[in-house]
């Protein structure tokens, strides 16, 4: 059964840096692709930034570009969003999802729960 | 604004049929880039309704149907039930002189009366 379990969420104070995981377990993590999507609370779903299974490609939405970094240790199946210059705006509940394939093309077809992140002081 | 513009809501009763649009332009649907779909009960992770226009994965009913010409797609529903009351979202793959990034619809809301 394929797992995502995100962590690392909390309350943190504009212009602060916090990092998320998300630890996989039920597949082959390094034949996947990976993205985080977030959900701003009674708001759409919004694509923040996806990592091909090797790390050779690598995309970010234009409103976390330069303040995010994704990143991936195949090793322990686990994947990683460093956030920093945090804003009120990047609220959310951030997901952690599979892709269908290797490549960031493919649809995502499993998510974890999400881990919610609060920006605010 | 989403890139991909969806209605905010449909509504129908159950057994009828309905459709959610999804427009997009010449740079992620009308580029040939597929379109996938996702529905998301209240309160719970989104769940891959369909891929690549038209597939479904596994479990999904085939009174889930998808279709994409040009710069549009749509989801039908058919044989509405209670448990298809959810939002729904639409997802394709954008290239600019920004780069490449996945985008998201706004999402519909799916009212079974």
């Known amino acids: 059964e394929v797992q995502l379990v995100e962590s690392g969420g909390g309350l943190v104070q504009p212009g602060r840096s916090l990092r998320l995981s998300c630890t996989a377990s039920g597949f082959t993590f390094d034949d996947y692709a990976m993205h985080w999507v977030r959900q701003a609370p009674g708001k759409g779903l919004e694509w923040v930034s996806g990592i091909s299974w090797n790390s050779d490609d690598i995309g970010y939405a234009d409103s976390v570009k330069g303040r995010f970094t994704i990143s991936r240790d195949n090793a322990k199946n686990s994947l990683y969003l460093q956030m920093s210059s945090l804003r009120p705006e990047d609220t959310a509940l951030y997901y952690c999802?599979?892709?269908?394939?290797?490549?960031?093309?493919?649809?995502?077809?499993?998510w974890g729960q999400g881990t919610l992140l609060t920006v605010s002081s | 604004q989403s890139v991909l513009a969806q209605p905010p809501s449909v509504s129908g009763a159950p057994g009828q049929s309905v459709t959610i649009s999804c427009t997009g332009n010449?740079?992620?649907?009308?580029?040939?880039?597929?379109v996938h779909w996702y529905q998301q009960i209240p309160g719970t992770a989104p769940k891959l309704l369909l891929y690549?226009?038209?597939d479904r994965p596994s479990g999904v009913p085939d009174r889930f149907v998808g279709s994409k010409s040009g710069t549009s797609a749509s989801l039908a529903i058919t044989g509405l039930q209670a448990e298809d009351e959810a939002d729904y979202y639409c997802?394709?793959?954008?290239?600019?002189?920004?780069?490449?990034?996945?985008?998201f619809g706004g999402g519909t809301k799916l009212t079974v009366l």
């Open positions: 997802q394709s793959y954008a290239s600019s002189l920004n780069g490449r990034k996945w985008v």
């Open positions: 690549a226009s038209t």
């Open positions: 999802a599979k892709g269908q394939g290797f490549t960031l093309l493919d649809s995502l077809d499993y």
């Open positions: 010449s740079s992620n649907l009308g580029a040939g880039y597929d």
